[in-house]
Each structure stands twice: as structure tokens, then as C-alpha cells.
């Protein structure tokens, strides 16, 4: 009996320096959206003063859209009480064969805060009914170029 206490005592401090010395998520990642429409969110990432988010080779869904766009908001996400929303940039290149949309934040204010985008709104409209792909999305928390 005790050597399987034992063991059980091994495996778990093991398993607790495996998490201890796991490496941190970066801020930085990226992704696709497929049928993203109005109130879409973003998976959150730690962020402190700038964040700037990219959208290359968008492919509108027209159902209600009159415009080649989508509008992009940065929001905090804050436990309990609203999440704060940020300024909204309005993506159009990359419903352009191919190109990149590029939005940038940097009134975020200091402090490591979770932050999340969310699509405002699709087409021109913020009710729901168009939706867009988009090929890349790529999320960087660095200011360095």
C-alpha cells in the first residue's frame, strides 16, 4: 500500500513541475475566421499597451452587406462586470484580392489586461445576416515594427 502512495505522491509532484516549467502562451498568435458575422469574438490574449490585428484574403457572404468592409473593435474583459470596448477600425483591404487589413491599438493604458476583438459589424451592418472568411488573422502584442 505504500509504495502505490508513493507512486501517486511522485506522479503528482511530477506532474506539478511539468505545468510549473511549462512555457507561458505568448500574446502573439494566428488564425482563420469562417462565417464570422456581428458579435463574433475573438479568442482573448494578454495584452498591456498596443496590439495590432491583421485580416488577409476576406471573402464577403452577401445576404443583407451593401459594402466590401468589416468593422473591428478591441474590447477588455473584465470578470463580473461589461468588458470595455476600445476604439473600431473599419477593415476594407482585405476584401481586395488577396490584400491585408491592418488595425493597430495603442490606448490599451498600462497594466497586463485579457483583450479580445470583436466584429462590429459585416457588409455595412451591424445586424446580423452577412457573414466573411478570412484567410489569415494574425495578432501581434509588439510594437517593434
Same mark, same amino acid.
Given at each position: 500500500?505504500?509504495?502505490?502512495a508513493?507512486a501517486?505522491?511522485?506522479?503528482a509532484m &511530477?506532474?506539478?513541475?511539468?505545468? &510549473?516549467? &511549462?512555457?507561458?502562451?505568448?500574446?502573439?498568435w494566428?488564425s482563420v475566421?469562417?462565417?464570422g458575422?456581428?458579435?463574433f469574438e475573438?479568442?482573448?490574449?494578454?495584452?498591456?499597451?498596443?496590439?495590432?490585428?491583421k485580416?488577409?484574403d476576406?471573402t464577403l457572404?452577401?445576404?443583407?452587406a451593401?459594402?466590401?468592409?468589416?468593422?473591428?473593435?478591441i474590447?477588455r474583459?473584465?470578470t463580473?462586470?461589461?468588458?470595455?470596448?476600445?476604439?473600431t477600425?473599419t477593415?476594407t483591404?482585405c476584401f481586395?484580392?488577396?490584400?491585408?487589413?491592418n488595425?493597430?491599438?495603442?490606448?490599451l493604458?498600462s497594466?497586463?489586461?485579457?483583450v479580445?476583438?470583436r466584429?462590429?459589424?459585416v457588409?455595412?451592418?451591424s445586424?446580423e445576416g452577412s457573414?466573411?472568411?478570412a484567410?489569415?488573422?494574425g495578432i501581434?502584442?509588439?510594437?517593434?515594427?
Amino acid at each position: 500500500m505504500k509504495a502505490k502512495a508513493r507512486a501517486a505522491s511522485v506522479t503528482a509532484m &511530477a506532474s506539478v513541475m511539468l505545468l &510549473a516549467l &511549462a512555457p507561458q502562451a505568448l500574446a502573439n498568435w494566428s488564425s482563420v475566421i469562417n462565417s464570422g458575422g456581428t458579435g463574433f469574438e475573438s479568442r482573448r490574449w494578454s495584452d498591456e499597451l498596443y496590439s495590432q490585428i491583421k485580416f488577409t484574403d476576406c471573402t464577403l457572404h452577401y445576404l443583407t452587406a451593401s459594402k466590401r468592409e468589416t468593422d473591428v473593435a478591441i474590447w477588455r474583459d473584465i470578470t463580473v462586470l461589461p468588458d470595455d470596448k476600445y476604439d473600431t477600425k473599419t477593415f476594407t483591404a482585405c476584401f481586395s484580392g488577396g490584400g491585408t487589413s491592418n488595425g493597430k491599438w495603442t490606448d490599451l493604458g498600462s497594466g497586463k489586461k485579457s483583450v479580445y476583438f470583436r466584429i462590429q459589424s459585416v457588409g455595412g451592418s451591424s445586424t446580423e445576416g452577412s457573414t466573411f472568411d478570412a484567410a489569415f488573422v494574425g495578432i501581434e502584442t509588439t510594437q517593434a515594427d
